[in-house]
């Protein structure tokens, strides 16, 4: 028997498995070699037989069994959850693909407000005189989570996206039943620009392009950081560009953290502000702080801001 | 079967979004309702507030996978506005090949991987076969041809601007970089590769598998509606900027900039959706899903698009235009020829696509104008593969975001999709008597909108 | 709600925790919720130390190294002391309040300062708590 594969998209964008599906052919050759048993974005695998019965809406979440599971997104409402319980009771092994299961993503910078607020911003607009909001609909937990926080994961593959060649790397070692090796260091790391140690005092906004020569390489680049540009490669997790220039940096962009911290645990915006300080950088130049954890504030990273008392 | 029921369809499946669908059934087994509910929120409407505008299009991207470019550029676009920033013309025409080349597998994506199965497998079929995995066992070389193509598309993008998912070469401003010659001439060479494609598919397409279906065409989930998206002032179609044109049932229409939007469309909410839905305020009828008297309901999307423009600018497209129009009218309302729009429209995104990297300005070095963030007020549009998206911010004195709101493709869809499913329901279920391949059907009916 | 505030005091080898074992041997009074971690410099604790120790559960945090210009390790304290802000806007951002961390210098023959500034932390995290608007809704 082949072995099964079982795939979930909760709370993201579909952008992970579109980076698998750029994997072309090499992806077709994989779907030779294993048996898909679910995956709703490709086929019509459903949680109940819709036929089973009266149904009033709600009812159990029914997955197959598999030797491997991949789940996207993070999990934000009363359905994701059930569905991330149902895939980590069914698959022997589960890997958290992409950055918002690995650490919440992007949408978990909803954590910085309530799940109430985040419903009244959304449904305020729209007809004023009829400004309800959704009942039937699955219920918003109070935080956007990432997956290893709700169910344990076997493996953390990050990336928003994931390199599309990782991926299958990743399954392929597990169906050889090896254990993948995704040990990294920054994006840093692989990126060739010139770095000369010494840092601008201040941060610019991006609102103007780098400085650099575009008949040149990337390696004739100054480093973006260095030239005050905001740039998290040194808090990130490598990767994006295989052992080549990161992604962004090729597009003369500075990186903005996509695949979360360098340490699986770590805290990007706090590692960002000491690395800025302990550079003589004035950290106080940057606006919205907390963006520094926009693809990282699962884990409780991003509270709601506690509104207290001025007292003293 | 004495009992009213509701049957589910949970999930909605080969479709980008997470929704489900209930079917309700009275007493007599007749559909008494049906919903299509969309059952995730986000919330990007909270959290991009307070965020540097500049921010923005590297934040809203994450809406979609399937079609970060598009959310990208409205959001870039929507900064320049705020800030009061005016591209370069070749920041503007580098933005535009972006985005064409990102309909081109958006496109190759939803026919051959989500939709085709039912066509070419059959709408009957069982599940685990009726999907792409089937394909490539009954079609392998079809199959390579179009995994090929479709990561060829992605890897044009990847190769010029650094990340084909979610991008970040767009910037408040213009571009983030310049085109080389060398980089010019390897993409053209591509955007030709891709171009025979199209022809192929739409040919294929029209051999093998709508002449099979021409019933089904008409029929599955029909329903008469307006149509919005855009044009040019000459009334060709427009993917990247445009005005935007409302048309009626009847064929009449209005223009309009896409900074009027809130004169034209209204929102609505619904209890069983976290969905809002759109429809045209201007038409004066207000808002109705009642199925044998909708109001204010209009579709967007390729088939929408080709109803409203005059004529399409490039010439196998503009062929193609003519034939459809001679099958099917205009506006043709059949709900499944949203695909054969979506193959024509890939004609025209792969021969702009050419077109634009033959303008020789497309390789000047002046990309981006300094931008300078301040208060204001941007609305942002582009053409979406699912249809005209519409990002809308303002901003304080820092030039961070104070309110935003956003109408995706989708969203426009959701009316007209609850009334294709209620209409498929009814006319495909009698006495209670649902099947595997009625459910199917009735899906088919929702991917036709890919939404 | 009256139990006294948990802090966990960072005190570097040579200066505050020589202070901390005389204070010890004096008998001077300071609240006994303080677990005293000994480091080799101030210099050396990192902010994700501080972050762990609150999100762990304690209410305060302190660094307490030895006197600007005095540090063992030459500059090991003015590194602290520049880390010390960057702490203090970051505990906001992540929803503590700032007053939660202090950095202090104290010498090794200075027991009766460390016990004042272990009181008045106290202090100021007990009146923290009084002032705490509402739990709003913060469950862990
Ligand atoms: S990690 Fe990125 S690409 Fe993957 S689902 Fe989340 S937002 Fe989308
Ligand atoms: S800071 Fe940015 S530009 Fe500089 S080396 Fe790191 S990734 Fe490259
Ligand atoms: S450079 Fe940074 S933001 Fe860009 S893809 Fe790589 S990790 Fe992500
Ligand atoms: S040794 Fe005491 S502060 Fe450095």
Not at chain 1, 115 to 133: D, H, I, R
Not at chain 2, 142 to 163: I, N, Y
Not at chain 2, 343 to 370: G, K, N
């Given at each position: 028997?082949?072995?099964?594969?079982?795939?979930?998209?909760?709370?993201?964008?579909?952008?992970?498995?579109?980076?698998?599906?750029?994997?072309?052919?090499?992806?077709?050759?994989?779907?030779?070699?294993?048996?898909?048993?679910?995956?709703?974005?490709?086929?019509?695998?459903?949680?109940?037989?819709?036929?089973?019965?009266?149904?009033?809406?709600?009812?159990?979440?029914?997955?197959?069994?598999?030797?491997?599971?991949?789940?996207?997104?993070?999990?934000?409402?009363?359905?994701?959850?059930?569905?991330?319980?149902?895939?980590?009771?069914?698959?022997?092994?589960?890997?958290?693909?992409?950055?918002?299961?690995?650490?919440?993503?992007?949408?978990?910078?909803?954590?910085?407000?309530?799940?109430?607020?985040?419903?009244?911003?959304?449904?305020?607009?729209?007809?004023?005189?009829?400004?309800?909001?959704?009942?039937?609909?699955?219920?918003?937990?109070?935080?956007?989570?990432?997956?290893?926080?709700?169910?344990?994961?076997?493996?953390?593959?990050?990336?928003?996206?994931?390199?599309?060649?990782?991926?299958?790397?990743?399954?392929?070692?597990?169906?050889?039943?090896?254990?993948?090796?995704?040990?990294?260091?920054?994006?840093?790391?692989?990126?060739?620009?010139?770095?000369?140690?010494?840092?601008?005092?201040?941060?610019?906004?991006?609102l103007?392009?780098?400085?650099?020569?575009?008949?040149?390489?990337?390696?004739?680049?100054?480093?973006?950081?260095?030239?005050?540009?905001?740039?998290?490669?040194?808090?990130?997790?490598?990767?994006?560009?295989?052992?080549?220039?990161?992604?962004?940096?090729?597009?003369?962009?500075?990186?903005?953290?996509?695949?979360?911290?360098?340490?699986?645990?770590?805290?990007?915006?706090?590692?960002?502000?000491?690395?800025?300080?302990?550079?003589?950088?004035?950290?106080?130049?940057?606006?919205?702080?907390?963006?520094?954890?926009?693809?990282?504030?699962?884990?409780?990273?991003?509270?709601?801001?506690?509104?207290?008392?001025?007292?003293? | 079967?004495?009992?009213?029921?509701?049957?589910?369809?949970?999930?909605?499946?080969?479709?980008?979004?997470?929704?489900?669908?209930?079917?309700?059934?009275?007493?007599?087994?007749?559909?008494?309702?049906?919903?299509?509910?969309?059952?995730?929120?986000?919330?990007?409407?909270?959290?991009?507030?307070?965020?540097?505008a500049?921010?923005?299009?590297?934040?809203?991207?994450?809406?979609?996978?399937?079609?970060?470019?598009?959310?990208?550029?409205?959001?870039?676009k929507a900064v320049d506005g705020c800030f009061g920033a005016v591209p370069?013309?070749?920041?503007?025409?580098?933005?535009?090949?972006?985005?064409?080349?990102?309909?081109?597998?958006?496109?190759?994506?939803?026919?051959?991987?989500?939709?085709?199965?039912?066509?070419?497998?059959?709408?009957?079929?069982?599940?685990?076969?009726?999907?792409?995995?089937?394909?490539?066992?009954?079609?392998?070389?079809?199959?390579?041809?179009?995994?090929?193509?479709?990561?060829?598309?992605?890897?044009?993008?990847?190769?010029?601007?650094?990340?084909?998912?979610?991008?970040?070469?767009?910037?408040a401003g213009?571009?983030?970089?310049?085109?080389?010659?060398?980089?010019?001439?390897?993409?053209?060479?591509?955007?030709?590769?891709?171009?025979?494609?199209?022809?192929?598919?739409?040919?294929?397409?029209?051999?093998?598998?709508?002449?099979?279906?021409?019933?089904?065409?008409?029929?599955?989930?029909?329903?008469?509606?307006?149509?919005?998206?855009?044009?040019?002032?000459?009334?060709?179609?427009?993917?990247?900027?445009?005005?935007?044109?409302?048309?009626?049932?009847?064929?009449?229409?209005?223009?309009?900039?896409?900074?009027?939007?809130?004169?034209?469309?209204?929102?609505?909410?619904?209890?069983?959706?976290?969905?809002?839905?759109?429809?045209?305020?201007?038409?004066?009828?207000?808002?109705?899903?009642?199925?044998?008297?909708?109001?204010?309901?209009?579709?967007?999307?390729?088939?929408?698009?080709?109803?409203?423009?005059?004529?399409?600018?490039?010439?196998?497209?503009?062929?193609?235009?003519?034939?459809?129009?001679?099958?099917?009218?205009?506006?043709?309302?059949?709900?499944?020829?949203?695909?054969?729009?979506?193959?024509?429209?890939?004609?025209?995104?792969?021969?702009?696509?050419?077109?634009?990297?033959?303008?020789?300005?497309?390789?000047?070095?002046?990309?981006?104008t300094p931008a300078e963030s301040k208060a204001g007020r941007g609305?942002?549009?582009?053409?979406?593969?699912?249809?005209?998206?519409?990002?809308?911010?303002?901003t304080?004195?820092?030039g961070?975001?104070?309110?935003?709101?956003?109408?995706?493709?989708?969203?426009?869809?959701?009316?007209?999709?609850?009334?294709?499913?209620?209409?498929?329901?009814?006319?495909?279920?009698?006495?209670?008597?649902?099947?595997?391949?009625?459910?199917?059907?009735?899906?088919?009916?929702?991917?036709?909108?890919?939404? | 709600?009256?139990?006294?505030?948990?802090?966990?005091?960072?005190?570097?080898?040579?200066?505050?925790?020589?202070?901390?074992?005389?204070?010890?041997?004096?008998?001077?009074?300071?609240?006994?919720?303080?677990?005293?971690?000994?480091?080799?410099?101030?210099?050396?604790?990192?902010?994700?130390?501080?972050?762990?120790?609150?999100?762990?559960?304690?209410?305060?945090?302190?660094?307490?190294?030895?006197?600007?210009?005095?540090?063992?390790?030459?500059?090991?304290?003015?590194?602290?002391?520049?880390?010390?802000?960057?702490?203090?806007?970051?505990?906001?951002?992540?929803?503590?309040?700032?007053?939660?961390?202090?950095?202090?210098?104290?010498?090794?023959?200075?027991?009766?300062?460390?016990?004042?500034?272990?009181?008045?932390?106290?202090?100021?995290?007990?009146?923290?708590?009084?002032?705490?608007?509402?739990?709003?809704?913060?469950?862990?």
């Amino acid at each position: 028997m082949l072995p099964r594969l079982s795939f979930e998209c909760l709370h993201g964008c579909s952008g992970c498995e579109m980076a698998l599906l750029d994997c072309g052919e090499q992806l077709l050759g994989l779907f030779d070699r294993v048996e898909i048993v679910h995956f709703p974005l490709l086929m019509d695998h459903k949680y109940q037989n819709p036929l089973s019965g009266a149904s009033d809406g709600e009812g159990e979440i029914i997955l197959p069994e598999a030797e491997i599971g991949l789940v996207s997104g993070g999990v934000a409402n009363t359905e994701q959850l059930q569905v991330a319980r149902a895939m980590r009771a069914q698959c022997r092994t589960l890997i958290s693909l992409g950055t918002c299961a690995t650490h919440g993503g992007i949408p978990a910078l909803r954590n910085q407000w309530t799940s109430e607020a985040t419903l009244q911003t959304v449904f305020a607009y729209g007809s004023p005189e009829k400004a309800l909001l959704p009942g039937e609909v699955p219920a918003l937990l109070d935080r956007v989570y990432s997956v290893d926080e709700q169910v344990a994961v076997d493996v953390a593959l990050p990336g928003c996206p994931p390199r599309p060649e990782m991926m299958l790397e990743v399954i392929e070692a597990l169906l050889r039943r090896e254990s993948p090796d995704l040990a990294h260091k920054s994006v840093c790391e692989t990126c060739p620009v010139i770095r000369q140690g010494k840092g601008q005092g201040t941060m610019r906004r991006f609102l103007a392009n780098a400085d650099y020569d575009p008949e040149e390489p990337v390696d004739q680049m100054r480093c973006l950081l260095e030239q005050g540009l905001l740039c998290m490669g040194p808090v990130t997790a490598g990767g994006c560009g295989g052992r080549e220039t990161p992604l962004c940096i090729r597009a003369r962009v500075p990186c903005r953290g996509c695949y979360g911290p360098v340490r699986p645990g770590g805290n990007q915006l706090l590692d960002m502000m000491n690395g800025l300080a302990s550079n003589g950088i004035d950290y106080r130049s940057l606006v919205d702080r907390k963006s520094l954890l926009r693809f990282s504030g699962g884990h409780g990273l991003l509270k709601p801001a506690r509104n207290r008392k001025e007292s003293n | 079967m004495p009992k009213s029921q509701v049957v589910s369809i949970h999930p909605v499946t080969r479709i980008e979004g997470q929704a489900r669908v209930d079917i309700h059934l009275d007493e007599s087994g007749r559909v008494s309702d049906a919903r299509v509910a969309i059952s995730a929120l986000r919330g990007f409407e909270q959290f991009v507030i307070g965020r540097p505008a500049e921010e923005i299009p590297r934040i809203v991207s994450r809406i979609c996978g399937i079609c970060p470019w598009m959310h990208h550029l409205a959001a870039v676009k929507a900064v320049d506005g705020c800030f009061g920033a005016v591209p370069p013309p070749t920041g503007q025409l580098l933005r535009e090949l972006c985005q064409v080349i990102a309909h081109i597998h958006d496109k190759i994506l939803h026919f051959f991987f989500l939709a085709a199965p039912d066509f070419v497998l059959g709408p009957d079929g069982d599940y685990s076969v009726r999907n792409i995995m089937g394909l490539v066992r009954q079609e392998p070389e079809l199959a390579a041809r179009v995994a090929r193509m479709r990561q060829l598309g992605q890897a044009m993008l990847a190769r010029f601007a650094g990340k084909s998912i979610h991008p970040v070469a767009g910037v408040a401003g213009g571009f983030s970089k310049p085109m080389l010659e060398t980089e010019r001439r390897e993409l053209a060479a591509d955007a030709l590769v891709l171009l025979d494609f199209a022809s192929f598919a739409l040919d294929y397409a029209k051999r093998s598998v709508f002449s099979r279906f021409r019933e089904e065409l008409q029929s599955l989930g029909a329903i008469t509606t307006g149509f919005l998206g855009a044009v040019d002032a000459q009334g060709n179609l427009r993917l990247y900027d445009g005005l935007l044109r409302l048309m009626r049932p009847d064929g009449s229409w209005v223009d309009f900039p896409a900074s009027d939007y809130e004169r034209h469309l209204a929102e609505q909410v619904e209890p069983w959706s976290y969905a809002k839905m759109v429809y045209a305020k201007s038409w004066g009828e207000g808002f109705s899903l009642n199925p044998a008297a909708p109001m204010g309901v209009y579709r967007v999307n390729t088939l929408a698009r080709l109803n409203v423009c005059d004529q399409v600018a490039t010439p196998r497209a503009q062929a193609e235009l003519e034939d459809f129009r001679a099958q099917f009218g205009r506006p043709a309302q059949g709900t499944l020829l949203y695909h054969w729009a979506r193959l024509i429209e890939l004609v025209y995104a792969c021969e702009r696509t050419v077109e634009l990297l033959a303008d020789e300005r497309i390789t000047d070095p002046l990309v981006r104008t300094p931008a300078e963030s301040k208060a204001g007020r941007g609305i942002g549009h582009v053409e979406a593969p699912r249809g005209t998206l519409i990002h809308d911010y303002s901003t304080d004195d820092n030039g961070c975001i104070t309110r935003a709101n956003l109408i995706v493709g989708t969203t426009h869809n959701i009316a007209p999709m609850n009334l294709s499913v209620r209409q498929a329901a009814a006319s495909l279920i009698c006495d209670g008597e649902v099947s595997e391949s009625i459910l199917n059907r009735i899906e088919m009916a929702i991917r036709a909108y890919d939404p | 709600m009256s139990r006294e505030a948990k802090i966990i005091a960072f005190c570097c080898n040579w200066c505050s925790y020589a202070a901390a074992d005389l204070a010890g041997i004096s008998r001077l009074q300071y609240p006994g919720s303080i677990r005293i971690i000994r480091v080799m410099c101030s210099g050396m604790v990192h902010p994700e130390m501080v972050i762990h120790a609150l999100d762990k559960g304690a209410d305060g945090v302190m660094i307490i190294g030895c006197h600007l210009g005095e540090c063992h390790y030459i500059r090991g304290n003015e590194m602290a002391l520049a880390r010390a802000e960057v702490i203090a806007d970051t505990l906001e951002d992540l929803g503590y309040e700032s007053e939660r961390f202090r950095i202090a210098w104290v010498s090794s023959a200075e027991p009766e300062r460390l016990a004042e500034a272990f009181r008045e932390m106290s202090a100021r995290l007990a009146s923290l708590r009084e002032t705490d608007a509402s739990p709003s809704g913060i469950g862990e």
